[in-house]
């Protein structure tokens, strides 16, 4: 479904990415681990062309996207939901979820979605008036990964779900995540709570400084040494 | 009682506008953060469109209404892309102040300066309700306007294009996450706040007269309004507007109305110093809480100095000019003009181009000097080199005031607060009038030093080149100082400075002072030279003349400041004194400086030097490429 390949990019001097390649198969969950600063939202920013790769190729569905603008391969069905949930505090919970589908036309099965939301989400619907500014760090990512459903992606680009949320809450978090994968969204989940993330996950990159350094099935991942040591906890 | 309940329909007639055009402004604002010093000349001009179409064209007046706000639309959008070169807060105000002359250059051409009369909508009888006397046309003013305020209450909160409008001054690069064109967004931004400026013009118009001046202070209280208001709340910006108007209505029945137009630059100051954040704005947004990194060093240029070279020749062409042109006291005045202008720009280069701080109030302070030389060698019989000197001093202390003043305030408020100085300064020189004479204004006397008595041109010059002299060599020593390379270090990057254990605070304080004094010295040597000043002698029109003398000459360099106001003297007299060409030409080219050339007609040569290093060597030297988006880059883009 979507492909990178051999992808280059740099901020100024900075080089984030080095030669990335890899691969989403439709209506899987594939997570990308690495550590801090190892490129991975570099990775989210060049799918969505936030930060414009230097060499190398990115296809979705047969088609290159790696010109597009952030706003048009949002309408090809890419949505991202960026690292620190970036809510916009000062509009209502109602009127973040309702940007979330600025662009779609279908305005009809958008008031479907709300409903959608609002089912997974129930505590966005009580604070439905409140700013957005006024929530608690797990419900701002519920919002913001609402907010994302809203724009109907079909694939869905999570930048750190979890970070910094209550355990109770990281459970919670992940378990719509799976729910949201098993109604159709092809998800690419990015993030540092490895163990987490390769339980829900049929496939699996890591990346080190800007190069992929291991991919496999999750349950390879977790059966490989050097993975476990580095991000498994020994 | 019921002059009271008179006084305030009065004052929320004209408050709503106030309100509409402080919306305008902060429309812009917030989601682009930026100021748009142009703004009142644009509704001014789009205002002359519908008279053109009602007048000329004989359409009728709901046509011509909307045609004007067409046009105002179109206009604003047209600046929009006009300014997307412009990186930082002070290039962004100071290309909107070339625009501010263009507009009214263009306009002068086309209308004339003449004010002409413009048609109210409703003519008809006024009528009394409860004792207060309404004309059907103030009604209109308040029924549109409210209208218009609901029009846009509703479209910020239940349209899509609305609601992401707010979101983008909120986050930019998530709101192009959601699928909106920030592009289109900043478009529909720019156009709103264009038709909300033309409706005000056109409501305004009908109240006075309409000339190329007719939404100058205008603009001013719009700023208060929205100052007032908290800058970035839509409620507490109208509520800013409605609560100036009837306040200035308080203050012109209760207590003096000379005091009205002066009224809304005091509240102005009031406010900024006490509750900079307005009456329902958040402190989380404060207007001009930028980064510091982008806010200095930003009109970076040569070395500050000349080389002893250049200085030998610039002596020798000083003292041999008199003497070429000893005949020709036509030359030779103009040539005393450059020179008080450069001691003016000299200190203005120290404000703007060490602390990077915009000062559109540098008439006022002239005038200050200038007053105060006349006053006290007429009123109190103070010889001239004393009234000189306490020109400079009081001035000087003036500055002292300011720069207090800008410790609290970011380069945003502080261009307006010098805006409302450079307003108010004039029109209490009008008022004022057991001191100043008002609008006759006053005899300065003869300059004289001891027994020798300054009456010809020729000694003029001679008279003013010393104090040149004097103020160039005063300015390199400084320069050199400790005091010089902190204020070096200030430019280059504020934090550095203060991490250098620069004191920010007495440096720019210092920096206002020492500008101020120049300001003061150059006053007094103008009026005594001139040997008459009035108030109009020194409008906001001088202060963006100075602003673009000094951006022309380049920015941070003695001998810029110094071409600048060469420039500035000379291009009139090509243009046999045309106040159209020479604007059009001093907005044109510091508007094409700011955008394009940031470091001045110094910069220029650079520049200018590469493209021909490049046409020889076939090695490209890349110069940088044109902006991304206002203020933030939506995507950090590598080559
Ligand atoms: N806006 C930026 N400007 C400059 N360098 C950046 C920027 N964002 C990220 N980087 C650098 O790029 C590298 C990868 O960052 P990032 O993709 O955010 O890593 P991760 O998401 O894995 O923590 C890091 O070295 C980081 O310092
Ligand atoms: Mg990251």
Do not use: C
Not at chain 2, 593 to 609: D, N, R, T, W
């Amino acid at each position: 479904m979507l492909e990178l390949d051999n992808i280059y990019a740099n901020y100024g001097s900075v080089k984030a990415l080095k030669g990335v390649s890899l691969n989403v198969k439709q209506n899987s969950i594939v997570a990308l681990l690495g550590a801090n600063g190892a490129g991975k939202s570099s990775i989210l920013k060049t799918i969505t062309n936030l930060l414009r790769p230097h060499s190398g190729s990115i296809t979705f569905l047969g088609e290159r996207i790696d010109r597009l603008k952030p706003e048009k391969t949002v309408r090809k069905g890419i949505v991202m939901v960026p690292e620190g949930r970036q809510v916009f505090p000062e509009l209502t919970v109602y009127e973040n979820l309702l940007i979330g589908s600025y662009a779609r036309k279908d305005r009809a099965q958008v008031k479907k979605d709300f409903k959608f939301v609002y089912e997974l989400f129930p505590i966005l619907h009580e604070k439905m008036k409140d700013p957005a500014g006024t929530l608690s760090g797990g419900q701002m990512q519920m919002l913001a990964i609402g907010r994302g459903l809203m724009s109907k992606p079909t694939l869905l680009l999570l930048d750190e779900p979890s970070l910094g949320l209550a355990p109770i809450m990281v459970q919670e978090i992940f378990r719509i995540i799976e729910e949201i994968n098993s109604r159709g969204t092809t998800i690419l989940l990015v993030e540092q709570n490895a163990n987490m993330a390769l339980s829900i996950s049929d496939y699996a990159y890591v990346l080190e400084t800007g190069i992929i350094s291991n991919e496999g099935s999750a349950a390879e991942l977790q059966n490989n040494d050097e993975v476990r040591q580095s991000y498994l906890g020994g | 009682m019921l002059m009271l309940g008179q006084t305030i329909f009065n004052g929320i007639v004209i408050g709503s506008l106030y309100a509409l055009v402080a919306l305008g402004l902060v429309i812009v604002f917030k989601s682009t953060n930026r100021i748009n010093f142009a703004y009142g000349q644009m509704a001014m001009f789009s205002t002359f469109i519908g008279y053109t179409l009602l007048a000329k064209f004989h359409l009728p007046f709901m046509l011509a209404f909307i045609g004007a706000l067409v046009f105002s639309a179109l206009l604003a959008v047209l600046v929009r892309n006009i300014l997307r070169p412009a990186k930082s807060e002070s290039s962004v105000i100071v290309a909107t102040l070339a625009l501010y002359m263009i507009f009214t250059a263009v306009a002068g051409i086309i209308w004339g300066w003449d004010p002409v009369s413009f048609p109210q909508v409703f003519t008809g009888e006024p009528f009394s309700v409860f004792g207060i006397i309404m004309r059907p046309n103030d009604l209109f003013n308040i029924l549109l306007t409210v209208i218009l305020m609901l029009m846009l209450f509703l479209f910020f909160k239940f349209n899509l294009n609305g609601i992401a409008m707010r979101a983008l001054s909120q986050n930019l690069v998530t709101t192009s996450l959601m699928g909106a064109s920030v592009n289109k967004l900043f478009t529909i931004t720019w156009a709103i706040s264009g038709i909300l400026g033309g409706v005000a013009g056109i409501l305004v118009a009908p109240t006075s007269f309409l000339d190329t001046n007719l939404m100058a202070v205008f603009l001013l209280k719009a700023f208060t309004a929205a100052v007032l208001g908290g800058f970035t709340s839509y409620p507490g910006v109208v509520i800013g507007g409605l609560s100036l108007g009837v306040m200035e209505g308080l203050v012109s029945s209760y207590i003096s109305t000379d005091l009205m137009d002066t009224f809304a630059f005091v509240l102005l100051i009031i406010v900024l110093l006490i509750r900079p954040e307005g009456i329902l704005g958040k402190r989380i947004r404060m207007l001009g809480k930028t980064s510091s990194t982008e806010e200095s060093g930003e009109f970076d240029s040569s070395r500050p100095g000349m080389s002893m070279r250049k200085k030998l020749a610039f002596l020798i062409v000083s003292i041999a000019l008199p003497f070429v042109f000893q005949g020709n006291t036509y030359i030779l005045y103009f040539a005393v003009l450059t020179g008080i202008y450069m001691i003016l720009a000299i200190g203005l280069d120290f404000l703007v181009g060490y602390t990077g701080k915009i000062s559109l109030g540098h008439a006022a302070l002239l005038a200050i000097g200038a007053y105060s030389s006349v006053i006290l060698t007429s009123k109190v019989g103070f010889p001239f080199w004393l009234a000189l000197l306490s020109a400079g001093i009081i001035t000087g202390l003036v500055g002292l005031l300011l720069g207090f003043a800008a410790l609290r305030l970011s380069g945003l408020y502080l261009a307006i607060v010098t805006l409302g100085l450079g307003t108010a300064v004039p029109q209490i020189l009008l008022k004022w009038d057991e001191v100043t004479n008002g609008y006759t204004g006053l005899h300065a006397a003869i300059p004289s030093i001891g027994f020798f008595i300054i009456d010809t041109e020729f000694e003029m010059y001679f008279l003013v080149l010393a104090i040149v002299i004097v103020t160039i060599i005063v300015t390199n020593n400084i320069l050199r100082s400790k005091i010089g390379r902190a204020f070096v270090a200030l430019r280059d990057s504020e934090a550095g400075a203060e991490a250098m254990g620069v004191q920010l605070a007495k440096y720019q304080i210092l920096a206002f002072v020492i500008s101020a004094f120049f300001a003061g010295i150059a006053g007094s040597l103008y009026a005594h030279v001139v040997g008459f000043i009035s108030p109009a002698d020194f409008s906001i029109w001088n202060s963006l003349l100075f602003i673009s003398m000094l951006f022309i000459g380049g920015v941070a360099s003695i001998p810029g400041a110094m071409l600048g106001a060469a420039f500035m003297t000379m291009v009139p007299i090509f243009f046999a004194g045309s106040k159209s060409i020479s604007a059009i030409l001093f907005g044109g080219a510091l508007l094409i400086i700011i955008l394009f050339f940031p470091s001045g007609l110094a910069g220029f040569y650079k520049v200018g030097l590469n493209i021909g290093k490049r046409l020889f060597s076939r090695n490209s030297i890349g110069l940088k490429g044109p902006a991304e988006e206002e203020g933030t880059n939506v995507a950090t883009r590598n080559k």
